[in-house]
Every structure is written in C-alpha cells, then in structure tokens.
C-alpha cells in the first residue's frame, strides 16, 4: 500500500466552524505541504508528530490564504500507516476548498469515501471489525450505540473472532492428526469430535445473540401503538414523549396520519408510532391510514395493542387482539382512572399466555415507567454487558457468522453419523473463511469496496 499517490480530504463537515481540518495522507504528504505552507519564523525541522504555525500560500507564492497550525505523523505511526499531514485552517468553506484545490494542483487528489480508513487496514492498522466500528461511531444515535462502536474499536471483536478461529484451527489439527493416523495404520477408527468444537458453538452463538439488543443500541426499536379509536393511542404517545405530539380529542377517527417520535429508554432511541384507530373505515382518509397501519404492524419491534378499560370489549376490539398474537406483542388497558366495564382475567384469556398485559392512564401517567420496561424486556431482553461488551453490531458479521455457525454444525453430524474425518476439516475450514471475512484477514475486493465507500468521505 506504501507507495501509493497521496490522498486529500477535509475531515471535518462543510460548513462555518472555528475550524476545520484537512487530511493529507501517502507519501508526497509532506514534500506537498512544504509546497504550500510557509512556517512562522522561516523553516521547520518537521519532526513527527509536532505541530506547527504558518501561513498557507497560493500558488503564485504570495497570496497567503490562511494562518494554520500543521501537525505531520510520520508513517509508519499514524492513522493510515503512511504519512499524514492534517492542516488545522479556519472553518470557512470557502478557504477549506481553495486550500484543497492547492494541494492538487501541488501534488495529490481527492480521497473517495473511507480511504483514509481503507489505507489503516489495508496497512494492518486494525482489522476490518475495528474500521467498521469507527463508521459505527461517526453514526452512533446514542452515547450507549458510541460506547459500542469503541468496544469494538479497541478490539473486543476482533479478538473474539480470533479465539474462535484458535478453537477451530486446534479442532481442526486434531482431525487432521486422526485422519493421518488412520492412513497410516490402514486402521477404520472413526474420529471423535473435538471438545473445541462444542466450544466454539457454544461462544459463536452466544455472540450471534448479541446481535438484536446491539441492533437496539445501534439503530432504535420501532414501538408502534394500535387499537380501536378513541382508545387513548395519541394520548399515551403524547404522555410519552412529554410533548403535544398528536392531536387529542374525544371524536374516534382523530389520527389518520401516522405519528412518530422518538424517545431514550435506557440509552436506547425508542421510535413510537401512534396510529389511526382501527374500525370500518368511514371514508377514504381513513381507509389509508389504517391501511398504513397493518403495514406497519408487521415491521414493528413491539406492538402495544390499547384497550379501553372503561368500556366493553367490541367487535373491534377482538378483530385486532386476534390479528396481534406474535410473541412481541404487549397489552397495555388505558384509562383506569374511570370505572372499570372490562375484568383483566378475560383480557388474559385472549392472548397466549405470558403476554405482558400493563394497566395504564395515559391521562395521569400512571403506569407508563411499567411500560418502559416492558418494550425494553420485549425488545432487547439480556444486557448487552452480559458477554463482556462482545456484540455484533453489523449485519455482514452476523451474516458471516451464521453461516461458520452451520459450518460447524454440519461438521458435528458428519462426525456423530460416522463420515470420514475428511467431510468435518472440510466444513471446519469453511468456518474459518467465514470468521476471517469478519476481520478481513481474508475478504474480496469487492466486499471491501462495499464496505469503505459507505464511509463518509474523509475517514
Ligand atoms: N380518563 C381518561 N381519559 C383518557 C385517557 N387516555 C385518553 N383519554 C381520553 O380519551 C379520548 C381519546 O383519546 P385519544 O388519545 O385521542 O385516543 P386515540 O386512540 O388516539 O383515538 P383515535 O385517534 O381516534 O384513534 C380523549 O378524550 C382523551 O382525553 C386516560 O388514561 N384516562
Ligand atoms: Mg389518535
């Protein structure tokens, strides 16, 4: 990678801003900058990793264009491994673009999405997990979803994947031990299954389920609030997001539009939908947005059927407890501020059983921390601290690891139905290539193309 034609970027937004920086990284990093920067008092020794004070000057060697502090990290101990010059120049966007366009025309270009980053790993500054942590970060939602990001920045992953490939590279030696032996004694002995490979598993899965409360961390959970109408939908939204959200009133058929906010539960964005009420539709606005609903319904995270406890059980009522049986469905019976026309032990008896049925009012607030917790137990369940901050955040690692997953397996009943020992190194060392395409040590130009181009452009 050394070698390479040298790259340039401003690494922080465009826009107005006391500063801004711009990135040079390769080798002509520093002859470029000793084109265009003028240092205070004349020269300077351009030691590494020391800032340093001048001006930069146009190309007709006059026109200073701004005052910089420069700071140079000589590769191999940088960022990128190569040489990195950041130019700290006052956050115009005016003079950040006419600072670039001098340093192409002094020798570099401009770099493509993520190729700050590309260059890191493609020099083993960290291994593909870590750069994908560092996207992660740079998009975290929240400070719990940053704090992730930096577990696996600093390397929780990538030496999770590590272990396990050791567990399966010593499985695999075994059988390899046992397949040899066997050739060589002409002997019909079937191999055992390695204890490492149960381990393995064991470890692999657990990480695998780490993956839907990272996912919460990482991108949300999607709550969404259904019932008849005039139940108290917009209400308890309201009650919820502390805010005037929806609009409230006693006619049924208020909401037709969904309504969405956003709310932290325990670190977690929870994004809440309230929804039309759910009847015979009485016109053609309403008729969409219930059809909205039934859409939503099925990519919701946790579903919170309403029901009025204040009055009895309708038609309507039932229509939608029936058509909301899944295991991420919660009750919540709104109202219990009033007299009571509904008995709980009926409500049970309608959903299977397990179902976390919650008594509410969305009016006085009763109830609603109960709720919280609720949609956090339904949706993320176990902490994630639980496997000592090893999660998975993104789909391609779980996607990998899933299949190395079933790679084992089916070298665990090759092995229990008696096959050659030949069939389970042959699935074992499947598994390893797809643990490697985690960490990179062994990936296609084309996934890693993929992967650095959704990086902002400066990372
Ligand atoms: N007493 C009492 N009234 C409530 C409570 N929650 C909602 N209401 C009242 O019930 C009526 C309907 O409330 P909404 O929040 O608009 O009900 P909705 O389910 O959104 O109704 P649609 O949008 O028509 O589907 C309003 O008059 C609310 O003030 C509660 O906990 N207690
Ligand atoms: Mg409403």
Same mark, same amino acid.
């Given at each position: ?43 300077? /020794?351009?030691? =590494? ?5 001048? *001006? ?5 060697? $006059?026109?200073? &264009?701004? @005052? ?13 491994g ?16 006419a ?70 590279? /010593?499985?695999? =030696? ?5 397949? *040899? ?5 002409? $002997?019909?002995? &079937?191999? @055992?299954?390695?204890p ?98 039934? /859409? ?56 299977s ?11 006085s ?6 709720l ?47 096959l ?18 985690i ?9 890693l ?11």
């Open positions: 990678m050394l070698g390479k034609d040298t790259i340039a970027a401003t690494a922080t937004p465009f826009g107005m801003a006391g500063i801004g920086i711009i990135r040079m990284s390769g080798p002509d990093a520093l002859a470029i900058t000793r084109r265009v920067f003028c240092p205070s008092g004349g020269k300077c /020794e351009w030691k =590494s990793h020391h800032l340093y004070h001048g *001006d930069i000057v146009a190309a007709d060697g $006059e026109t200073i &264009l701004d @005052e910089v502090l420069i700071s140079f990290m000589a590769g191999p101990r940088s960022f990128t190569e040489d990195v010059v950041e130019i700290n120049c006052h956050g115009n966007p005016n003079i950040i673009h600072i670039l366009a001098l340093l192409q025309t002094a020798g570099c270009r401009p770099a493509r999405p993520g190729e700050f980053s590309e260059r890191a790993f493609l020099n083993n500054r960290f291994d593909l997990s870590q750069a994908e942590a560092l996207a992660a970060m740079i998009s975290a939602k929240s400070a719990k979803a940053f704090a992730l990001g930096l577990a696996q920045l600093k390397g929780s992953l990538g030496r999770e994947i590590e272990d396990l490939r050791s567990l399966i590279v /010593e499985a695999l =030696s075994g059988l390899e031990a046992a397949i *040899d032996f066997s050739e060589d004694t002409a $002997e019909d002995s &079937l191999p @055992e299954t390695p490492q490979i149960d381990q393995a598993l064991e470890r692999m899965q657990k990480l695998l389920a780490s993956y839907r409360s990272a996912r919460a961390y990482t991108e949300g959970i999607h709550v969404i609030i259904t019932g008849k109408p005039n139940v108290g939908k917009s209400s308890l939204l309201n009650a919820l997001t502390g805010r005037k959200k929806a609009i409230v009133t006693d006619i049924p058929g208020t909401t037709r539009d969904l309504i969405t906010d956003t709310i932290d539960i325990n670190g977690i964005p929870v994004h809440l939908m309230d929804t039309a009420g759910i009847r015979e539709p009485q016109n053609l606005i309403e008729q969409e947005g219930i059809s909205l609903v039934w /859409e939503n319904l099925a990519l919701a995270d946790v579903i919170v059927v309403m029901l009025d406890v204040s009055k009895p059980l309708t038609d309507e009522d039932k229509m939608i407890i029936n058509a909301n049986q899944s295991t991420n469905t919660m009750v919540a019976i709104n109202k219990i501020d009033l007299p009571h026309a509904l008995e709980r032990e009926i409500i049970e008896q309608l959903f059983a397990g179902t976390r049925i919650l008594e509410i009012s969305a009016k607030g009763t109830g609603l921390p109960a919280k917790q609720a949609v956090m137990d339904l949706s993320v369940g176990t902490e994630p601290e639980s496997n000592g901050g090893k999660m998975i955040l993104h789909l391609r690692h779980k996607l990998a690891l899933e299949a190395a997953c079933k790679n084992i397996q089916h070298a665990k009943e090759s092995l229990a139905g008696g050659s020992g030949e069939f389970a190194a042959f699935d074992l060392r499947e598994a390893l290539n797809h643990l490697d395409e960490t990179g040590r062994k990936i296609n130009d084309e996934i193309d993929k992967i650095f181009s959704s990086f902002c452009i400066g990372k």
